[in-house]
DNA sequence: ACACTACTTTAGAATCATTATAAATTATAA
DNA sequence: TTATAATTTATAATGATTCTAAAGTAGTGT
């Protein structure tokens, strides 16, 4: 749907050298139609079914770093095993299913208004997730 | 505050074998009037500056593990650094200092009503955690 | 008290996600 | 084209957590 220039562009735009390397990476993540919710393993496994030229693992870690940095990723706080990334970086809360690892979109539309009355004097709120874990019935 | 028959009674309510570790351990854990954050690498230099006997790493592991499914612990999923775990296993959520990683709680009543609309067809609900993530100011 | 068994502790190794290093490569601007 | 800084890369290092398997211990029954 989106062609190289697209994202070169967009690279560049981010303060980002367009590189081949990030210009593929894109393409996995930013290249589809819903949000995507990944681990850098799940995503060196993509690159690699879409090309055999090899994308370095430390390139990763550095790239998906850099588009967190530039608010073109957010990273899902779930548990101590390994980071989840999102390409939906609007304010949204999830579910994840404990069964499958899968993350699942919820926006502020699925809640009653959440509204934190308290705050911490001195201190900056940076970010306010929601975390429904769910596991499948039996 | 407490002694060690309390600990005692405790672990085999629990249905666990109340071992000297054990009542060490909890000492440090549960001996106290305000609720305890902490990390596996925190409770470990408690426990070292508490007596000079050491308790192996595995061991500390393996009881805030069995405390855990016990329900004597809660685990709170901040990030992919460590594990944080909590001593207020009631139903509540969390600041979170990222410059100090230190945990404070909140409660329900610190929110307007959350309320989640949305339910995943064949999955149960397990657990919902706000986070609030905020940083001291400069 | 003794013996049996399952549970527990332990040191150390293994695993695995992530970060650091430092040299080679590349994008961009002069 | 040359210079510079940014980027990629293989590889090593780190660090939290889990695994292993042997030694120790608590509870139970005799
Ligand atoms: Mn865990
Ligand atoms: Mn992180
Ligand atoms: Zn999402
Ligand atoms: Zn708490």
């Given amino acids: ?70 608010g073109y990723l957010k990273e899902i706080s779930i548990n101590s095993d390994k980071s989840y990334f999102d390409t939906n970086i609007s304010d949204h809360h999830h579910f994840f299913n404990e069964s499958t690892n899968e993350l699942i979109d919820l926006t502020d539309k699925d809640f009653d208004n959440i509204k934190l009355k308290k705050s911490l004097p001195g201190k900056k709120i940076k970010s306010l997730e929601i975390l429904v874990k769910v596991a499948n019935n039996n």
Same sequence: chains 1, 2.
């Fill in 1 to 70: 749907m989106r062609d190289n220039y697209y994202f070169i562009e967009k690279l560049r735009s981010l303060g980002l050298r367009p590189t081949k390397q990030r210009v593929r990476i894109c393409k996995v993540l930013f290249d589809r139609n819903d949000t995507f919710h990944f681990t850098i393993y799940e995503l060196a496994n993509l690159l690699k079914l879409k090309s055999k030229e090899k994308i370095s693992l430390a390139t990763l870690y550095n790239t998906v770093h850099a588009f967190k940095k530039k």
